[in-house]
């Protein structure tokens, strides 16, 4: 059991590098069902955090905030996604504006500006710096990811890539927020999610393609 | 349960409007709903008056400031209300284009804005905004063409990764009052953190960074000059009486988070970092909106800009401080909301009787439609702070707060860019009013409550801006005091 | 004693060499649902190859005649650098990643000039494309070898490999994670694995290994397929040893060095049924957009060195 516990400590202790490895992967990745399942990966991630820290300290709250994050962000906002994806009949392509390396060096940028981004707050409020770090370049990553794909359903992953960081920054900093608020944040992305769900099948029947960089037509 | 009935209310017209099936029914539930409403409102701006303070359960909190802004809600609804009952005669058919998906939709909007007023916790006020903007997507896109998709699409994410900064800055917040000893179950209430803001203090850094995120985010919402983007097109593209909505009611919502969180930042760390901040963003919204005002060619993208102007004034009023500068930035949120609606509503005429917006193809309206182009004119003139009208009076405590302050740069700015917005508007109006198109048909039969509706707007202009009620004035200093 | 060693876990390194190819060989040919071919054909096929005749072309010089014997002997001292059974090698140095790299480099130049010597167009194509995948795998190799380094406190492979082995097994590093995929992704375009070469085609436009060794026969064919033999175990012996090395002989007790080479025969064939299943599974990248596989290799490797001083 020692060996258990202290494996799974050491891997929580990693967290963080292995959120950063989904962003480098989301950055390389050719086909948005990969976009999805890494997504998915990151939530669980996040979820084991949260289980972790309700272990450690024996709250109800956070266990609840845990299975809340299992059911919406690891399996009901994918699986949404995929419906979505096969009701569309839409090609898989990510329609990205750079290359895959151009994307991966972005990336790696921007987790290393995050780094420094978060170095004087870490060190004055005694945070932990890796996941504080990690929070941000979720946050600068889902931008990114917005900006530079083309794809409706892109642009959808950016921004739960956003709010995921925005999560995981709660979680870092004051081991997540009361619970009601918790809840009303689960239940606006859930809403937000199936209204963009929504919208994408409008674009798709009024402009004939998924494609944002197209939707020019209001200017000026 | 004042309160609970403001929110009740709407939640319950929303659900019953959309089983009935018949038109005349919808609208009929409708109308009582927002009747009963109103009066709910009424209600609770008294008791508030009477009482300072009203709080039921540990989420919903109305003291003098949500009074000031639920009478604006209320004065907005009435008036948007009674214009739709002309204005619905003229949606096209189509999916989710029919009036009790209409109303429906409108009370499910109204519902997260009283939320979004009625939050006692910064964290509710988080979730309630962004609600704001899932209510409202549908109704931007709610003609379903091409622009209007594009514009709600534009609406729904741009405005939600904006909240989407604000909650960041929200935990910012919420973490430098746990770290300052407050407890955490109730570091994310306002009052709570009101009284401990000396002690935030401290933290110094964490709250700038939390007020950045914050302005950012909400800002997205208010349509502050670098976030704006989404503002034009959603304003344009909605049904008119929802762009009245939108413009009258939604922008003064998200100032009114950004006010809460500017209280507590001002107490907490002094008000010199969070006014300027806003002092830049109102700036920069009123040179490049007043910039752009001059190339428009939609009535309603031009009334869109408008607002963004008048957005940046009022953060101006903010930034500036001081009792002048705070009593005409809350003046002018209200003021704003009256001639933006009755700008609003003569476009929605316009746009029924010669079928397009593009101000360019429009012609002798001051013949074909002259009570529509008299509101034009007053609204106009209203909006760009001409003297018998309420924004001249807010305009003018702004510019006379700013020369006591010795910003004259700002100062200058403002006039500089008033001028502009009044020669944009002349050339544009007096190219629409004037002309000799007499082989237009007035196609356009004006129901006695769209006449009601611009006359109302147009007589409270002129009281406000003669001489402004004393109880009206009240209330503004109540709120007032609220924020210092 | 570790003299001994060092000497033997070079020699096992050539020796194991055909094997390993074997293995892939035979791996792919059962992912393809063929039976497949003996895991002793390559040292057959070496064989063969000895025994026959070596054809040079007439308007080669002496380039072409020496390449495949620089190549060869290059390879097998570069193969006497990496640690195999125990944290220390014949010529560890202070520096030998380093100079392995570029001892590498060197079989490569002599077999691009070789080719050009050869004086087909098709060894003039595959020198211009290893010139490119080469020029571009240099740097993300050297980069993440340079980031171990650092992480490790140490100046040579040996002392890469004895921290790794010193450390608790669930320790993961940030560094070891993207120096691990940059080297993953450094290492398919040194050894001409799929996704940027194909080791077993003969066409124009997708060959840069085979085009360069086309004009070779006999012995000398031999030796350049022994030495890319060589080349790939050393590598895939080269990531073994530096991010998954437990199993080696850190003592010098018979039991220690008795398991040691059971495990590393383990751990390659592990690689090797790896490297299969990728060969396998992945499509093989067109020649413009072999660049930016590598663009990724070097974005991992700066982020790798970036975080010696970020993390632990």
């Known amino acids: 059991m020692g060996l258990i516990e202290l494996a799974a400590a050491k891997a929580l202790a990693s967290s963080a590098v292995f959120l950063f490895i989904t962003l480098l992967m989301m950055a390389s990745a050719k086909r948005i069902s990969t976009c999805i399942v890494l997504f998915s990966i990151q939530s669980a991630i996040m979820a084991a955090e949260i289980l972790a820290m309700a272990y450690a300290g024996k709250s109800v709250g956070a266990y609840i905030v845990a299975a809340l994050v299992i059911a919406v962000k690891v399996v009901a906002i994918p699986y949404a996604l995929f419906r979505i994806m096969k009701d569309l009949k839409a090609s898989q392509d990510v329609a990205s504006s750079t290359t895959g390396a151009q994307s991966v060096f972005m990336m790696a940028g921007l987790i290393l500006l995050s780094f420094f981004a978060v170095a004087p707050y870490a060190k004055t409020l005694r945070l932990d710096e890796d996941l504080l770090a990690a929070a941000v370049a979720l946050l600068l990553a889902g931008a990114f990811l917005m900006v530079s794909r083309k794809k409706a359903l892109m642009q959808v992953i950016g921004l739960l890539v956003l709010e995921n960081g925005i999560f995981v920054a709660a979680l870092t900093t004051t081991y997540g927020m009361p619970l009601v608020i918790e809840i009303g944040i689960f239940f606006d992305l859930l809403m937000g999610v199936f209204l963009m769900g929504l919208f994408v099948f409008r674009i798709r029947d009024t402009f004939e393609h998924l494609d944002v960089s197209k939707l020019r037509r209001l200017r000026g | 349960m004042t309160l609970v009935l403001l929110l009740l209310v709407p939640f319950l017209a929303a659900l019953i409007v959309l089983t009935c099936k018949q038109s005349t029914r919808a609208v009929c539930v409708a109308m009582s709903a927002g009747a009963l409403e109103v009066i709910a409102i009424a209600n609770a701006v008294w008791r508030i008056r009477s009482n300072g303070v009203l709080q039921s359960g540990r989420y919903l909190r109305a003291d003098g400031l949500t009074a000031f802004f639920l009478l604006n809600v209320g004065l907005i609804l009435s008036l948007v209300l009674a214009y739709s009952i002309g204005y619905l005669r003229h949606i096209p058919a189509g999916r989710f284009s029919s009036p009790r998906w209409f109303y429906s939709l409108t009370f499910l909007f109204v519902f997260t804005i009283m939320a979004v007023y009625l939050s006692a916790n910064l964290g509710m006020l988080w979730i309630c905004v962004e609600s704001t903007t899932l209510a409202s997507a549908l109704l931007v896109g709610f003609y379903n063409t091409k622009g209007a998709v594009e514009a709600g699409w534009k609406y729904l994410v741009v405005c939600t990764v904006g909240i989407a900064f604000a909650l960041f800055g929200t935990i910012a917040l919420y973490l430098a009052a746990v770290r300052s000893g407050v407890n955490p179950e109730s570091a994310l209430d306002w009052a709570v953190l009101m009284n401990a803001a000396p002690s935030l203090g401290a933290t110094g850094n964490l709250i700038k960074l939390s007020f950045v995120f914050v302005a950012v985010g909400y800002g997205t919402k208010i349509g502050f000059v670098p976030m704006h983007s989404w503002l034009p097109d959603a304003h344009a593209e909605a049904p008119t009486p929802i762009s009245a909505m939108l413009s009258a009611v939604l922008l003064n919502c998200a100032m009114y988070a950004l006010l809460r969180f500017d209280t507590i930042t001002s107490h907490a760390i002094g008000s010199e970092f969070s006014h300027t901040l806003l002092l830049i963003f109102g700036t920069l919204s009123i040179t490049v909106a007043a910039l752009l005002m001059v190339v428009q060619r939609d009535l309603k993208r031009l009334l869109a800009y408008s607002s963004i102007e008048h957005m940046g004034i009022i953060a101006i009023g903010v930034g500036l401080g001081g009792p002048l500068g705070l009593f005409g930035a809350l003046l002018h949120t209200f003021n704003h909301s009256v001639a933006k609606s009755l700008m609003f509503f003569t476009a929605g005429n316009v746009r029924e009787n010669f079928g397009t917006l593009r101000m360019r193809r429009i012609q002798g309206m001051a013949r074909s439609m002259p009570w529509t182009s008299a509101g034009l004119v007053v609204g106009s003139l209203a909006i760009v702070g001409m003297p018998p009208f309420g924004l001249f009076i807010s305009e003018f405590m702004i510019l006379t707060a700013a020369f006591s302050a010795s910003r004259y740069l700002i100062a200058i700015l403002l006039m500089v860019s008033l001028s502009i917005v009044f020669g944009a508007l002349l050339h544009h109006f007096q190219r629409m009013l004037a002309g000799k198109r007499v082989d237009v048909p007035v196609k356009l039969k004006l129901l006695p409550s769209d006449f009601a509706v611009m006359g109302v707007c147009t007589m409270l202009l002129i009281v406000l801006g003669v001489h402004i009620p004393g109880a009206f004035a009240n209330l503004l200093q109540r709120a007032l005091v609220v924020l210092q | ?312």
């Open chain 3, 1 to 312: 004693m570790n003299l001994a060693i060092d000497v033997i876990q070079a020699l096992l390194l050539v020796a194991i060499a055909p094997l390993v190819s074997g293995v892939i060989a035979r791996a792919k040919a059962r992912m393809q649902n063929r039976r497949g071919a003996s895991l002793w054909r390559p040292y057959a096929d070496l064989l063969k190859l000895f025994r026959k005749q070596d054809l040079v072309p007439d308007t080669a010089c002496g380039l072409f005649r020496l390449t495949p014997a620089i190549l060869f002997a290059v390879t097998v001292t570069a193969a006497a650098f990496v640690p195999v059974l125990h944290p220390s090698a014949i010529f560890g140095m202070s520096g030998d990643f380093i100079l392995l790299v570029y001892l590498l480099a060197i079989g490569r130049f002599f077999l691009m000039l070789g080719a050009m010597d050869g004086g087909s167009s098709f060894g003039g194509i595959g020198a211009s494309r290893e010139a490119l995948v080469s020029a571009l795998a240099e740097a993300p190799l050297l980069l993440a070898l340079i980031s171990v380094a650092i992480l490790s406190h140490a100046v040579s492979l040996s002392g890469m490999v004895l921290c790794t082995v010193q450390q608790y097994p669930f320790h993961l590093s940030a560094v070891y994670v993207f120096a691990l995929g940059a080297l993953v992704l450094v290492a398919i375009a040194e050894t001409g694995r799929i996704p940027v070469d194909n080791p077993s085609t003969h066409l124009e436009l997708t060959m840069i290994h085979e085009a360069m060794m086309l004009e070779y026969s006999g012995p000398s064919l031999a030796l350049i397929e022994w030495a890319s033999a060589i080349k790939l175990t050393l590598i895939m012996a080269l990531l073994i040893g530096v991010f998954v090395p437990w199993g080696m002989a850190t003592s010098a007790s018979i039991t220690a060095l008795a398991i040691a080479p059971f495990v590393f025969v383990l751990k390659l064939t592990a690689l090797a049924i790896a490297v299969a299943v990728i060969e396998s599974s992945i499509a093989k990248l067109r020649m413009y957009l072999v660049p930016d596989f590598l663009g990724m290799a070097s974005a991992l490797a700066i982020l790798a060195v970036a975080f010696t001083a970020l993390m632990r």
